[in-house]
T-cell receptor, first 114, second 115 residues
Framework: GAGVSQSPSNKVTEKGKDVELRCDPISGHTALYWYRQSLGQGLEFLIYFQGNSAPDKSGLPSDRFSAERTGGSVSTLTIQRTQQEDSAVYLC????????????FGPGTRLTVL | AQSVAQPEDQVNVAEGNPLTVKCTYSVSGNPYLFWYVQYPNRGLQFLLKYITGDNLVKGSYGFEAEFNKSQTSFHLKKPSALVSDSALYFCAVRDEGGATNKLIFGTGTLLAVQP
């Protein structure tokens, strides 16, 4: 079946611009996660959605970062006023409800801020 | 706080030889441990996980991992390496705090298999 998909695959933007990254989870998966993979920082958790519960935003690095999940499916990660340190690969993952379930990752969006 | 450590940045092995990629963990409760692989320019792929039960867990592509509670380790192993196994390997532990099922990742180990 279809896996997690993300778009765009690559995004180059200028410092100060806003960007939106999209994630389509596996159908039927109620849990959705965003992670960031950057040089020198490894993989870090950003935000978690589970059904209709309030998201866990504890990993968002600043208030320039936000995310929403509409209809319990597609999610959008928005970065406002991008900075060069935001350059990274942004990974989305989804899993079925019930811990500790396996998370399945999308291919990622490579963001480059010039 | 939960954490995992991958002590080796890179592991080199000849094709056909056994390989081991090391991981140690630190948790306060029961560990839920995972291994993921990342091929160049691709996302993370799930290999295997340990939740409970047998200490030897078998996963995808012929990989297995041994859970050792006394040594707090979860090393990834394969009896015979292939060149195509060359990739970046991540060990991860589920965060026990709160209701979030988020994963805490190690820093990754680059596996290079020489023909």
């Amino acid at each position: 079946g279809a896996g997690v998909s993300q778009s765009p695959s690559n995004k180059v933007t200028e410092k100060g611009k806003d960007v939106e990254l999209r994630c389509d989870p596996i159908s039927g998966h109620t849990a959705l996660y965003w992670y960031r993979q950057s040089l020198g920082q490894g993989l870090e958790f950003l935000i978690y959605f589970q059904g209709n519960s309030a998201p866990d935003k504890s990993g968002l690095p600043s208030d320039r970062f936000s995310a929403e999940r509409t209809g319990g499916s597609v999610s959008t990660l928005t970065i406002q006023r991008t900075q060069q340190e935001d350059s990274a690969v942004y990974l989305c993952a989804s899993s079925l409800w019930g811990a500790p379930d396996t998370q399945y990752f999308g291919p990622g969006t490579r963001l480059t801020v010039l | 706080a939960q954490s995992v450590a991958q002590p080796e940045d890179q592991v080199n092995v000849a094709e056909g030889n056994p390989l081991t990629v090391k991981c140690t963990y630190s948790v306060s409760g029961n560990p839920y441990l995972f291994w993921y692989v990342q091929y160049p320019n691709r996302g993370l792929q799930f290999l295997l996980k340990y939740i409970t039960g047998d200490n030897l867990v078998k996963g995808s592509y012929g990989f297995e991992a041994e859970f050792n509670k006394s040594q707090t380790s979860f090393h990834l192993k394969k009896p015979s390496a292939l060149v195509s196994d060359s990739a970046l390997y991540f060990c991860a532990v589920r965060d026990e705090g709160g209701a979030t099922n988020k994963l805490i990742f190690g820093t990754g180990t680059l596996l290079a298999v020489q023909p």
